[in-house]
């Protein structure tokens, strides 16, 4: 049965897909390897998984302002997450997400939505609605 | 969002297509966080390193720079955060011919484009520091938290393609530290340690920002005996932005929105949360990047860029000793300060013990792990406690202690504990 979670208006166009999900925050810079596509911080949850084409789903947006730029090179080397869900987002992701057409969205009505969608999770987002069905 | 005629104009690609994609960018974010409105900025300042920006980053500037000046001439004065690449050395770094030349485009995009290459996290102490109740479009998150912190100016954290949008528009969409609701603090913090060494600063910070943990949230630190000068401030904050994503910190009695504690208190001042920061928390952070007697590869400092002054002390701890063989050892600083540390004599200093100066770089934004790879190295020593955050996602494995150690290990090859 699809559940819906009611979340703020996003960024991007809507999508559907599989959920990476982790109670951890979110750099490009400091927590990828890019060129792999993998997460690649020791100390990061989802170290050693692929997030290519993943909804990801984590709690917040940490560190600098690089990923801005490299959601867009991600995208460009079709590397990229296919969409990014967070608590609360920080202004670096969203304006990254903005430039590379990434869909994202962030403060979910019904609580942590790291517990709320769990890895595996069929997911569609739907950014202008503020919606994302967990099918 | 309520745009003013300008804004209108610009949007509807009157003012050319460069000032129109600005606006469209702008308007997506300020949706995202409930903007009202737009707000005029006096200047920007842009992360664009070659790394982050990508091939695809580097066209989307020759793109612009092609248009007819008219249609993308820059409103405000836009300079720039420091570059991957030092031109005058990157083969010794290991760094390789097609790096430079993403450089080198990139150069000569945004020189067409009448970006200032000032190449330095350091434009509080050394371009032009804004002014209280500054409303700027600032990125470097370091930048950022000085700025807003520190000067009393007003930023969110601008990355690249919203930095470039501000200087394209001359606007910045007002939410966030634009907005005097938002910079008063959410949680506060009273500290027990005492912070010596600029080190010690970054690791207060750093705790401080852990607990944090959020770009929202907004600490007030009480209880630092310790003199607050420029440099301590500029490894304070930028740890703290680093490791909580913190964009303003007011400190009693320093910052200026807080020369009183009630100033920045919310109206409901019981709802604020507030911590204790022990000696032992602060000495928790520094043993995750400790180890007894480490074989060092390559003591860095960078992040922020050196002052003039930092660089005196790193080169006064050089006079009269040589570098280990095994150990190799980088100074990352702007064009600005460099050109006055080599008339001071501080390069000579540095490179005579057998460092090497960088100029208008900052070595985490170098291609890190490249250059890990190029030169072997595994264990990095740095006084800089956002370096550390940052270069162990790169596969480094990343030690931390003061300057004065870090000389002495650069000497002798090894950390000594």
Known sequence: MTRTLKCHVGIGAAVEGEALVANDNFSARYDLDRLKGVFSRPQHALCGQSYVDKILVLNTAKGGVATAWMLHEMKSRDMAPLAILF??????????????????CDRFDDGDVTTLIKSGDRLRVDPIAGLVDIL | ??????????????????????????IQIGRLFDAEDMVPVSQAHMMADPESLGECGVALFEKFAALDAHERDLRVPLITDPRGVDLECYRPLGQTEEMAGLERRFIAAASELGIVLTNTCINYQTILPPAYAEHVAFGDTGVVIYSNSVCGARSNFEGGPSALAAALSGYTPRYGFHLDQVRRATRRFIVEFQPGTLTDWGILGAVIGKRCGSYWEVPLVEGIKMPATSDALKHFGAAMASYGSTA??????????????????????????????????CQELQGGFAEEDAAIDVVVFAAPQLSLLEMQQVANLCKGRQRHSDTDMYVCTSQAVYTDALAAGFVDSIETFGGKVLRGTCFYQQYAAEIREANGWSTLLSNSTKI????????????????????DAAVVGRLRS
């Open chain 2, 388 to 407: 550390v955050n940052i270069l162990g996602g790169y596969g480094y494995r990343p030690l931390l202690a003061s300057m004065e150690d870090c000389i």
């Open chain 1, 87 to 104: 608590n609360r987002t920080n202004t670096i992701l969203a304006q990254g997400a903005a430039l590379a057409s990434i869909t994202m």
């Open chain 2, 248 to 281: 303003l910190f007011h400190l009693v009695g320093v910052t200026p929105e807080c020369r009183v504690i009630d100033s920045v208190l919310p109206e409901n001042e019981s709802s604020l949360p507030v911590d204790t920061i022990t000696a032992d928390d």
């Open chain 2, 1 to 26: 969002m309520n745009l003013d005629s300008n804004c209108q104009s610009m949007l509807a690609g009157e003012q050319g297509k460069a000032r129109q994609w600005a606006l469209e960018h702008q």
